[in-house]
């Protein structure tokens, strides 16, 4: 059962609007988060080449849900603490691969310099860790709907257009994705890599902008979209050859496509997911295509259940198609003065985790950590200063 659109249009408005003071909940989220803008290092690029790519050729939306069933989430990925890393840890964990329109790969690796670590350091550990009381029970883990369904269906086609709903599109392969820049869209890495090949030629992937319309009788499901071809796609390397391990690292479970051109819709900007920024209570909203043979939209919102630095628990409803969206928050730019949207975080949907030999079921979305920031930012400008988030 959806949620009456009354309730959600409260979730969407801020409260001054209707004539009301902001509540307090407001007031200490304005406070808590912290704003994030690298500096610009000096970098070193060295890229390999690494020819043509393979591809599956059987059904990509079974091959999808297989894959799901083999993220991991080992001891460090589960950690609740906030840790300083390296330089040598940073250029590792920002090594990524690269495939284009022709199916050739290379591996980029970065040299970066000592400013680019002590900020994210100095960043990470001015919000304090996650604290017990915020390490509750993971009270709404599997994905299967259940009483109160926080979903409703986007049934007047003016809102495609309007923000953030327009920057919600259905990727070819299944899943969902979230426009974070005029010509890139962020998405789950599995949605076209799953760790061994990639899931499809790049050149048979295309991303959907809901059309301004209700299809007519007899259209197919896909002349409800417009689809822009993919060009380019960005993967972190430590998802791209996990191929002879058993199980993937569900922190590396995030890519970024490249469209051949803008589209007309207007898009979210990234920001830092971290506890700090979004702690467990936190409202998040999610917009996704659940369904892979609906053109319906549909959004839902619900609260951060608790966490650790690399993924959320949440226990908002949803379906396979939806896994790829983009996650966002609401939050006050105190530069600008007015309420704004975040995309701090990946759906994952309802996957298995296994943590020392044990396999634990939770409803997850993949933080935006600062690294993550840092490597979504320089695939969609080419500089790790050109973002603040």
């Not at 790969?105 to 994210?120: A, E, H, Q, T």
């Not at 995030?254 to 971290?274: C, H, P, Q």
């Amino acid at each position: 059962m959806f949620v009456p659109i009354f309730i959600v249009l409260l979730t969407l408005v801020p409260l001054h609007a209707a004539g009301r003071s902001p509540a307090k909940p407001v007031k200490r989220h304005r406070e808590t988060w912290h704003d994030f803008k690298l500096p610009s290092p000096l970098h070193d690029e060295v890229i390999v080449s690494l020819g043509k790519a393979e591809f599956h050729n059987h059904d990509t939306r079974q091959k999808l849900d297989d894959d799901l069933s083999n993220l991991a989430c080992d001891d460090a990925c589960m950690d609740m603490n906030v840790k300083n890393i390296t330089k040598e840890e940073a250029e590792q964990s920002l090594v990524y691969e690269k495939i284009d329109l022709n199916g050739a790969k290379s591996v980029i690796r970065l040299s970066i310099d000592d400013k680019f670590v002590d900020y994210i350091n100095a960043w990470s550990n001015k919000g304090d860790t996650l604290s017990q009381q915020q390490q509750g029970s993971h009270d709404r883990r599997k994905r299967e709907v259940y009483e109160y369904d926080t979903r409703f269906p986007i049934q007047d086609p003016a809102l495609y257009e309007t923000s953030p709903f327009s920057a919600a599109v259905k990727l070819s392969t299944g899943c969902s994705g979230v426009l974070i820049g005029p010509q890139y869209v962020l998405t789950a890495a599995h949605c076209i890599h799953n760790g061994k090949k990639y899931v499809k030629r790049l050149k048979d992937v295309k991303v959907g902008f809901r059309r301004d319309r209700e299809l007519e009788a007899g259209e197919d499901i896909a002349d409800a979209f417009y689809w822009i071809r993919a060009t380019e796609a960005f993967v972190p390397y430590e998802w791209t050859s996990s191929g002879k391990q058993k199980l993937l690292p569900v922190e590396q479970d995030y890519a970024v496509i490249k469209i051949k051109r803008e589209s007309d819709r207007s898009y979210l900007n990234i920001s830092v997911g971290t506890p700090e920024n979004v702690a467990s209570g936190t409202r998040i909203h999610i917009p996704a295509f659940d369904k892979k043979d609906d053109a319906t939209l549909v959004y839902r919102f619900c609260r951060v259940a608790d966490g650790t630095q690399e993924v959320m628990y949440q226990v908002c409803d949803s379906e396979k198609g939806a896994i790829g969206a983009g996650v966002y928050v609401r939050r006050w730019d105190r530069e600008a003065r007015k309420w704004s949207r975040k995309v701090v975080a990946i759906y994952g949907g309802h996957a298995k985790f296994y943590q020392d030999h044990a396999r634990q079921d939770y409803n997850v979305a993949l933080r935006i950590t600062p690294l993550k920031f840092a490597q979504i930012c320089f695939w969609t400008t080419g500089s790790y200063g050109g973002c603040k988030g």
